[in-house]
């Protein structure tokens, strides 16, 4: 398991993203699902760096996991925000044109969408989200 411990602003999404990236590429990720995988680290930390500390800014740690059988990244966000769980929030209707849609929400119905599995829970004052991708 690697581990990043992070100030949670959005001028760290792409840091956060290579350093995902970098264990990816280690274990032969194919670009697809690496797209994927970066799509989600976009919205998913930057709802933690927009949202958790507002208007402060806090620490977020993003943690990398490589399971076996099926070979899969596991990768858990984890801040001390405001408690915020966002596969509570509705999926967008999507059937709706651009300017019927309510702003919002889109990118966190990517995330669970390209994701095989995803997890949040609130524990010990820490907001735990977790993605797990097979690749």
Known sequence: MKELTIDATVENIEKV???VNTQLNEHGCSPKV???IDIAIDELFGNIAGYAY????????V?????EAPLAVCITFIDHGIPFDPLKKA?????LSAEERKIGGLGIYMAKKFMDDISYEYK???NILTIIKKI
């Open 63 to 67: 943690r990398v996991e490589l399971k």
């Open 124 to 126: 010990d004052g820490q």
């Open 54 to 61: 507002n208007p402060d800014v806090g620490p977020a740690t």
């Open 17 to 19: 993203t290579e350093f």
């Open 91 to 95: 999926d967008p209707n999507i059937n």
């Open 34 to 36: 690496q797209t994927h």
